[in-house]
C-alpha cells in the first residue's frame, strides 16, 4: 500500500512539474489566453456572418418553393450551398487563404470569411427547413389581416421558424467554433495553435493537450447553456 501512494505522489509531482513547465515558466499561460481570445474572435464573426448570410439564402430557396419565383437567385442559391457543404473545411480556409486571398497576410479576417461562408451554406438549409414547416395556412392567415410577403414573414413566420430551428443553429454554432481548430493550417495562433506551440517548446503532449480539450468543452457546455435558457424564454413566450 505505501508504494501505491508513493507512485501516486510521483505522478502528482510529475505533473505539477509539468504544469509549471508549460504554462508558469516563461508565461507560457498566455499562448493559451490569447489562442482563446482569436478563437472567440473568429466564431463570433463567423456566427454572424452565418446567420446574415444564410438567412438570406433560406429567404431565397423557400420563396421559390412556395411561390415558383426567383428561379434565377434559386439556381445559385441551390448551388453555392451544394458547393461549399460539398468541400472540407479545411480545405475552404486553405484555399481562401492561399488561394483566393493570397495577397491577405492577416490571417484572421480570412478564417473569419472562410468560417462565415461555411457556415452560412448550413444556416441556410436549417432556415429553410424551418420556414417550410410552418403551416402555409400560417401565411394566409397574415395576408388575410393585410400583410404583405415581408409582414407576415416578419410578424407570424420568423418568430415559431427561430423557435423551431434553435437547437439546430445552436449545434451548428457549436461545431463551427470547434472547426476553428482548423484554422493553424493558416498559421492562426488560435486556442489549439497555442497548445501546440506550448508542446513543441516543452515536449510535453499531455498537459498542454488535455488543457486545450478542457477550454473547448467549458465553451461548449457555456454556450449549451445559453441556448438551453434562450429555448426556455421562447417556449414561456408562448403562454
Known sequence: ME?????????WQSLCDQFTQCFIEDNRWEYITDGLLVTLEVTFFAVLIGI?????????????????????LNAIAHIYVTVIRGIPTTVQVMLAYFVIFVNIKDPIPVAILAFG??????????????????????????????????????????PQV?????????????VLMKETSVSAFIGLNELTRGGD???GIT?????????????YLVLVMIFSRGVS?????LRASDH
Open 162 to 174: 427561430i423557435k423551431n430551428v434553435l437547437p439546430a443553429l445552436g449545434n451548428e454554432f457549436i
Open 197 to 199: 506551440i506550448i508542446r
Open 52 to 72: 446574415v448570410l444564410g438567412f438570406l439564402l433560406a429567404i431565397i430557396r423557400a420563396a421559390h418553393e412556395k411561390t415558383g419565383k426567383l428561379k434565377i
Open 3 to 11: 508504494a501505491f501512494w508513493q507512485s501516486i505522489a510521483l505522478w
Open 117 to 158: 461562408v461555411n457556415s452560412s451554406a448550413y444556416v441556410a438549409e436549417i432556415m429553410r427547413g424551418g420556414i417550410l414547416s410552418v403551416d402555409a395556412g400560417q401565411m394566409e392567415a397574415g395576408r388575410s389581416l393585410g400583410l404583405n410577403y415581408t409582414q407576415t414573414m416578419k410578424s407570424i413566420i420568423l
Open 229 to 233: 435558457i434562450l429555448e426556455r424564454r
Open 203 to 215: 515536449y510535453t503532449d499531455m498537459v498542454p493537450l488535455l488543457t486545450v480539450a478542457l477550454i
